[in-house]
């Protein structure tokens, strides 16, 4: 069965530098999901993208994030400058985007720590 | 923004028997969907269960099933015959019929004694 993959598994940076995550979302699935969850925490929405878009972002997503989609497959958030209120666990998520209530697919997570 | 609620931050059923999972919303909404999401120690999240709102007949998924009660605002997750399989944290999940994103409640830690 397709399933999402994330890499790393586990990110340690020191605060103040940048950060890549990358995510393969299933093959056939248009719609790309980043969340975060820290450890105690729910599971929070950052960003969808569509199309080479976003499509919708959270109060999170603030301009120290973005995201891309480098090439046909990989999908990425990148970090300019961690803060240590960035450690969380990221997770990728795609979904077909054949209806708007698609279910989401996600992937094992990256678990980032800021130094 | 919608908030979902999950009461209970810990479960814990005997093997073989049921348990019942609960998850309260907050919406103006009318049209939205509803999921269930299981986390197990490796981490990745795992699709359990959907109940699109509009349909009032609840969802069932073999040993799942939701008992959907949208004048309340409620949904819960019932788990048949647990296995220990089923040991995870289970989070229940919003979806707007108007965006993408995924509200989720805290999530509830289930263990499944043997």
């Known amino acids: 069965e397709p399933e999402v993959t994330q890499t790393p598994s586990h990110q340690v940076t020191q605060m103040g530098q940048e950060v890549i995550l990358r995510c393969v979302p299933i093959?056939?699935?248009?719609?790309f999901y980043w969340y975060r969850q820290i450890l105690g925490q729910k599971v929070e929405f950052l960003v969808s993208?569509?199309?080479?878009?976003?499509?919708?972002k959270s109060e999170i997503f603030d301009d120290q994030f973005s995201v891309e989609r480098p090439d046909g497959s990989n999908f990425t958030l990148k970090i300019r400058s961690t803060k240590l209120e960035d450690s969380a666990m990221y997770f990728c998520?795609?979904?077909?985007?054949?209806?708007?209530?698609?279910?989401?697919?996600f992937g094992p997570g990256t678990r980032l720590t800021v130094l | 923004a919608q908030t979902v609620t999950q009461s209970q931050p810990e479960m814990s059923v005997q093997e073989a028997e049921t348990v019942t999972l609960s998850c309260t919303y907050d919406?103006?909404?009318?049209?939205?969907?509803l999921f269930w999401y299981k986390q197990p120690p490796s981490r990745q999240m795992i699709l359990v269960i959907r109940?699109?709102?509009?349909?009032?007949q609840n969802a069932t998924e073999n040993r799942f099933s939701v008992n959907f009660q949208k004048a309340a605002k409620s949904f819960s997750l019932k788990i048949s015959d647990s296995q220990l399989g089923d040991a995870a944290m289970y989070f229940c999940?919003?979806?707007?019929?108007?965006?993408?994103?995924?509200?989720f409640g805290t999530g509830t830690s289930l263990t499944v004694i043997p």
């Open positions: 919406t103006s909404e009318s049209d939205y969907y």
């Open positions: 093959s056939n699935h248009l719609y």
């Open positions: 999940a919003y979806l707007s019929n108007t965006g993408n994103q995924f509200y």
């Open positions: 998520a795609s979904s077909e985007g054949l209806t708007r209530a698609d279910t989401q697919y």
């Open positions: 109940q699109e709102a509009y349909k009032q």
């Open positions: 993208f569509y199309n080479n878009e976003i499509s919708e």
